[in-house]
């Protein structure tokens, strides 16, 4: 089946840097990716949906500016978490949609230290 | 506003017995699709079933069936002869048939096997 690779798995940063995330589409066209944030033991709650050569769609309460996203190309869409907190320590998740549903990436766990 | 309710945040049961995990929503709508989808440590997601709302057959995956009650919007997700892999968390989650975008997604049960 169809597979969006994401990374990396896991990255520690430091306070105030930024941090970029890639979900890859493999064998398939990715045009729409969506963006998710999954806190410790809560579910998934989405961010923002990027479309292919277009501005990204943020969810209310979802800051713009500190989670840039871009989708470039069809098999590549990007989510940059800038000026990084503690706070923003998360599990984040992309998610395309294939003709037979969809496909998940394998998450980034992100720590700021 | 469509939401998905799962009132069991864990849920324990001894291996190759039966469990059921519950999942009801509410949504103004006829036609959506409802899903289970299974979280493992590793956190892929992991799509385990899936049931269109217009069809009254219950979806059926191995040892995953689903109780899909339209009138009572109610989508229980029952596992046979439990397995150690099946130790998860499952998400219930909800999209609309008009709209490929968003799925929403319950707030999880963790499921334990007890060997």
């Known amino acids: 089946g169809a597979v969006v690779s994401q990374h990396p798995s896991w990255v520690i940063c430091k306070s105030g840097t930024s941090v970029k995330i890639e979900c890859r589409s493999l064998?398939?066209?990715?045009?729409?990716m969506f963006w998710y944030r999954q806190f410790p033991k809560q579910s998934l709650m989405l961010m923002a949906t990027?479309?292919?050569?277009?501005?990204?769609?943020?969810e209310q309460g979802v800051e713009k500016d500190k989670f840039l996203i871009n989708h470039a190309s069809l098999t590549l869409s990007t989510l940059t978490v800038t000026s990084a907190h503690p706070e923003d320590s998360s599990f984040y998740i992309c998610?395309?949609?294939?003709?037979?549903?969809?496909?998940f990436g394998s998450g980034t766990r992100l720590t700021v230290v | 506003a469509q939401t998905v309710t799962q009132s069991q945040p864990e849920m324990s049961v001894q291996e190759a017995e039966t469990v059921t995990l519950s999942c009801t929503y509410d949504?103004?709508?006829?036609?959506?699709?409802l899903f289970w989808y299974k979280q493992p440590p590793s956190r892929q997601m992991i799509l385990v079933i899936r049931?269109?709302?217009?069809?009254?057959q219950n979806a059926t995956e191995n040892r995953f069936s689903v109780n899909f009650q339209k009138a009572a919007k109610s989508f229980s997700l029952k596992i046979s002869d439990s397995q150690l892999g099946d130790a998860a968390m499952y998400f219930c989650?909800?999209?609309?048939?008009?709209?490929?975008?968003?799925?929403?997604f319950g707030s999880g049960t963790r499921l334990s096997i007890r060997p």
């Open positions: 990027s479309n292919e050569g277009s501005k990204a769609t943020y």
């Open positions: 989650a909800y999209r609309s048939a008009s709209s490929a975008s968003k799925i929403i």
């Open positions: 064998d398939f066209q990715a045009t729409t």
């Open positions: 049931q269109e709302a217009y069809k009254q």
């Open positions: 998610r395309a949609t294939v003709y037979y549903g969809y496909t």
């Open positions: 949504t103004s709508e006829s036609d959506y699709y």
